[in-house]
């Protein structure tokens, strides 16, 4: 056997069968505990057996029990001695009882109870202590339905009177909904709209609005409207030429001589320049020429005979102009007492001085660079800033682009005839909602109005022009200086318009709202256009101000 099933000694059949059913394996081995209930009943057995069968199952029983054995034997189940044989045990049935009762079972998704037999057929019970010939029939009992009351046919009094309350009902009906149709026609739905055309005058006011990312609502006294931060990055690259210019090559050297006429020497120090018109020389060395000496001559005059040395000198940029020949020098940085007494000059022509112009990148050349690749990709960061706004507006002049890192392939200085740029760009801006603006400058106007003047807004005419004040990203704020320009009536009192005309027909409304200061033209609507007076209930009453033109 694959599995094997220990029974407890009163367990139900159908506690038997459900733990039947939760074995995975095909082949199951029952163990009855000495005096199990289920050996003592054939009923149970066989319905142990039917579902096995249902199941797919075979089954054996591991028993002791000569009544167990012999009922199994004859319901078809084989007893086995030990759960570990192979072979079943072949007890001595004797004379084989009635086993053609029909058994029925009766499943439901959580069975509690054993199940029912046909109440038609009589289930015999076999054990060791009673002798067939009192085994006594038992009845199993099963559930029967409760009838049910057959409908009788209506008569035909009675389908009067249905008839009859079926027309009451739906008398009723129609009287409520009459009613309630008549109540909401000429009680909730009348409405009455008088358009006041104004003798106006042009006002023009200018406010300014912070735009404030921290703020959630609207705050008119203050001017302040919610904003938003946006904020997108893109990578740009691209190649630029160089405009830098230098002069390169070897510099021009020789030897200067120097001649001192003073009667005491004098010190040139290292780095001495020595010039002739724009060309300047540079002593690689401190000199010290000595003092004149002076003696007499064959006639007895005194012969002054000027002190000498020499330095090495190198011209000061490198180029072929510094190539000069022989020639006299002057000497820099000579009290004046000495700049008479004191000369240089080279016997020999200087040499070795060769240039030429190289192109070179300079800081304004990167510089230049980063602002033509801003340039190329503003557009599309504006549209990429653009979309995460949705609907909101973002005003010329607030997309703030600037350069995050960059990296040239020439640093400046470098001698090269252009140079490759690549840089990470970031585009910024402040937005917010059109009608939050529009809202928080006509309130702040509003504060700002001539006694007994209220604006009229129009759209449609009104202009509204606004200019960035400053913006700072980092505070996220915003400042937006607003210039309305519109149109300012006469202070009108509407709740006494109001009940000026309620009440009244279309026509007397229109007579009576003509005859107020500064109305110049009136027309009421009413709804329906059926009715003829205006609604009562001031509620129900719109009174739209226009501007004349």
């Known amino acids: 056997m694959e599995d094997i099933l220990y029974l407890e000694p009163d367990e139900e ?57 012999k009922l199994a034997s004859h319901v078809g189940i084989p007893v086995y001695a030990s759960a570990t044989d192979l072979d079943p045990i072949a007890p001595d049935v004797g004379q084989k009882p009635q086993l053609d009762d029909v058994i029925e079972l009766e499943e439901s998704e959580a069975p509690t109870k054993a199940t029912a037999v046909s109440p038609s057929v009589p289930v015999r019970r076999y054990d060791d202590h009673t002798p067939a010939a009192k085994v006594q029939p038992s009845v199993a009992k099963i559930p029967t339905k409760t009838p049910q009351p057959v409908p009788r046919n209506p008569t035909a ?13 739906m008398t009723g ?23 006041l055309t104004l003798k106006s005058e042009s006002f023009e006011q200018s406010v300014k609005i912070n735009v404030d990312n921290s703020a959630t609502t609207i705050d008119s006294a203050a001017g302040t409207i919610p904003g938003q931060k946006l904020e997108t990055q893109a990578d740009a690259n691209d190649s630029f030429s160089a405009t830098g210019k230098k002069e390169v090559g070897t510099k021009a050297s020789g030897t200067v001589q120097i001649q001192n006429k003073l009667g005491e020497a004098v010190q040139i120090a290292a780095g001495a320049s020595f010039s002739r018109g724009d060309t300047v020389f540079t002593s690689t060395k401190a000199v010290t020429v000595p003092a004149a000496a002076v003696s007499l001559s064959a006639g007895g005059d005194p012969v002054i005979t000027p002190g000498k040395s020499s330095v090495s ?12 020949v022989s020639g006299t020098l002057t000497i820099s940085g000579l009290s004046s007492a000495q700049s008479g007494k ?62 995050v890192s960059s990296t040239p392939s020439k640093q400046s200085g ?23 603006l529009q809202e928080a400058v006509a309130a702040l106007v509003k504060t700002k109005l001539p006694d007994n003047r209220e604006l009229v807004l129009d759209q449609s ?22 210039t309305l320009k519109t149109k300012v009536v006469a202070t009108m ?55 004349s033109e």
Not at 48 to 58: D, I, N, P
Not at 346 to 364: M, R, Y
Not at 502 to 519: H, I, P, R, S
């Open 313 to 324: 000198v190198e011209a000061e940029q490198p180029g072929s102009q510094y190539n000069l």
């Open 461 to 482: 005419k009104d202009t509204l022009e606004t200019t960035v004040d400053s913006l700072d990203f980092g505070k996220g704020l915003l400042v937006v200086n607003a």
């Open 342 to 403: 004191v000369s240089a000059s080279n016997a020999e022509a200087f040499t070795g001085g060769e240039s030429k112009t190289v192109a070179v990148v300079t800081d304004s050349d990167i510089d230049r660079a980063k602002n033509a690749l801003i340039d190329a990709k503003r557009q599309e960061l504006t549209d990429a800033l653009q979309k995460q706004s949705g609907d909101k507006t973002m005003m010329d002049g607030t997309v703030s682009i600037e350069v």
């Open 414 to 436: 470098d001698e090269a005839d252009s140079f490759d740029l690549e840089a990470t760009l970031r585009a910024r801006t402040i937005s917010f909602a059109s009608s939050d």
């Open 173 to 195: 009906l129609i009287l409520v909904a009459l009613i309630v149709g008549a109540y909401w026609f000429f009680v909730l739905y009348p409405r009455a709209t008088a358009t």
């Open 493 to 547: 009192d509407q709740e006494s318009l109001k009940q000026l005309i309620a009440g009244k027909t279309a026509t007397e409304a229109e007579n009576v709202l003509k005859d107020q200061a500064g109305v110049l033209d009136t027309h009421v609507d009413l709804r329906p256009t059926l009715r003829q007076t205006v609604p009562s209930s001031l509620s129900h009453i719109t009174l739209i101000l226009q501007s």
């Open 13 to 69: 059949i159908t506690s038997v069968i459900d733990k039947l059913k939760a074995v995975p394996g095909g082949s199951v081995a029952l163990v009855l505990p000495k005096d199990a209930s289920l050996a003592k009943s054939v009923v149970n057995l066989r319905l142990l057996e039917r579902e096995a069968t249902r199941l797919k199952k075979h089954i054996g029983l591991v028993t002791q029990d000569p009544v167990g054995m």
């Open 157 to 169: 009094k009675d389908r009067s009177l249905t008839s009859k309350r079926w027309l009451v009902t």
